[in-house]
C-alpha cells in the first residue's frame, strides 16, 4: 500500500473543485478498503482498524491534499471503483 500517499497527492489540477479533508478520506478510505479486498480480508474490524492506522500514517499526505482540484462525481466513481487502479486513473482524473 505504499502508493496510497502516492495517489492521495496526483490529483491533476484540471478537475472541477476543490478537495476537502472529507474528500480526502474519502479517497484514503477507498483505496485501503480495495486493497484489503483484493487481498481477500472482509473483516470489518480490520477494515476500519486499517483505515484508522493509514489516516495517522498519511495525515500530512491527507492535509496536502485538502484543496487538491478534484472531479465533481468523486464520491460517485470511488464508490464504483473495484481497483486501486480505476480510483487513481479514473477517479482522480
Do not use: Q, W, Y
Not at 12 to 26: L, Q, Y
Not at 62 to 67: F, Q, Y
Not at 87 to 92: A, F, G, P, Q, S
Amino acid at each position: 500500500m505504499s502508493g496510497i500517499a502516492a495517489a492521495i497527492l496526483v490529483v491533476p489540477a484540471c478537475g472541477r473543485r476543490a478537495a476537502t479533508a472529507a474528500d480526502c478520506r474519502a479517497m484514503l478510505d477507498r483505496l485501503v478498503d480495495v486493497e484489503l479486498d483484493e487481498s481477500g480480508f472482509r473483516d470489518p474490524v480490520l477494515r476500519a482498524r486499517s483505515r484508522d492506522n493509514f489516516a495517522r500514517r498519511f495525515a500530512a499526505d491527507l492535509e496536502r491534499c485538502e484543496g487538491l482540484m478534484v472531479p465533481g462525481d468523486l464520491k460517485v466513481c470511488l464508490a464504483a471503483a473495484r481497483t486501486t487502479e480505476e480510483v487513481v486513473h479514473r477517479c482522480l482524473r
